[in-house]
């Protein structure tokens, strides 16, 4: 079985009988809890050992991904330490100080020196530090058209889409269904844009996690017996700034984020309450 990418993965192995010998009220509050390291599988007197054991070990297979992101990070790093950094500020929007090229992500700055170490304003993790380096190191520079476009339109973006529909669109729409102040704490805090209702939407708000790589939410409230609707739209102009891997990466990094955010409302416990 994969490693758990949200709390619902883990609360889908759990007997959800809301038994709180764990120590928690729900069992969705501890699938939330130990997403977020604060209790253990361990500590859920009715999982079954045989699960908690692979999904331990899937786990630790982990650390071989990791160690591969990080002399993948080392590699681009080392690239964009080559690049002229004045020319590359120019073509992807941001500004160079002769030291650093800075841009901005989600309204924070962002940046990469001369000697190619990163410097932010923000966490520096890898799905905003590979996809910023792949776009400074290959971004063509392109400005948006404001034609928009869903993933599986984009170069290459076909036959990754099913898996970003699962990881990044459904998941953030689970957010969005139980998370009220989900898209005013979009605006506010990551420098959102409400904009005009696209294809149907009841709201749509325009992120920038990259300048010249504009992301647009389109969410359709439930009505009528009708489950919600979320959808991530790219200006058509992305792949030609970003890789599909990176845009992917994108994706499932921000949907990690409101995840996270999320569960500090108090998101998950609600909707187990309810």
């Known amino acids: 079985m994969p490693k758990p990418k949200n709390a619902m993965?883990?609360?889908?192995?759990?007997?959800q009988s809301n038994c709180r010998e764990c120590g928690e009220k729900t069992c969705l509050a501890f699938a939330g809890a130990v997403?977020?390291?604060k209790k253990k599988l361990e500590d859920c007197p009715k999982l079954d050992a045989g699960v908690i054991e692979k999904l331990q070990t899937d786990s630790e297979d982990e650390k071989t991904v990791e160690d591969n992101r990080v002399e993948h990070l080392s590699r681009l790093k080392a690239e964009a330490a080559s690049l002229d950094l004045a020319e590359a500020a120019e073509r992807t929007g941001g500004r160079f100080d002769g030291r650093k090229l800075t841009l901005k992500i989600l309204g924070k700055d962002f940046s990469v020196g001369v000697d190619g170490n990163l410097y932010a304003d923000i966490h520096v993790n890898p799905w905003v530090a590979v996809p910023f380096l792949n776009y400074v190191i290959h971004g063509e520079g392109i400005s948006p058209s404001?034609?928009?476009?869903s993933f599986r339109e984009l170069k290459n973006g076909k036959?990754?889409?099913?898996?970003?529909?699962?990881?990044?669109?459904?998941?953030?729409?689970?957010?969005?269904?139980g998370y009220t102040s989900f898209f005013d704490d979009m605006v506010h805090i990551f420098g959102g844009k409400e904009t005009e209702k696209h294809f149907e939407a009841d709201i749509s708000v325009v992120l920038h996690p990259l300048p010249r790589v504009p992301?647009?939410?389109?969410?359709q409230r439930p009505e009528d017996g009708m489950e919600s609707v979320l959808t991530l739209y790219f200006d058509e102009t992305a792949d030609k700034n970003l890789d599909i891997g990176s845009i992917f990466t994108l994706g499932a990094g921000l949907t990690q984020m409101f995840e996270?955010?999320?569960?500090r409302h108090g998101v998950f416990e609600t909707a187990a309450a309810g």
């Open 9 to 15: 993965d883990i609360f889908q192995h759990l007997d």
């Open 35 to 37: 997403f977020l390291g």
């Open 146 to 149: 404001g034609n928009w476009v």
């Open 159 to 177: 036959e990754r889409y099913p898996l970003f529909q699962k990881r990044c669109e459904e998941s953030m729409k689970r957010i969005a269904d």
């Open 215 to 219: 992301l647009m939410i389109c969410y």
């Open 260 to 263: 996270k955010l999320s569960q």
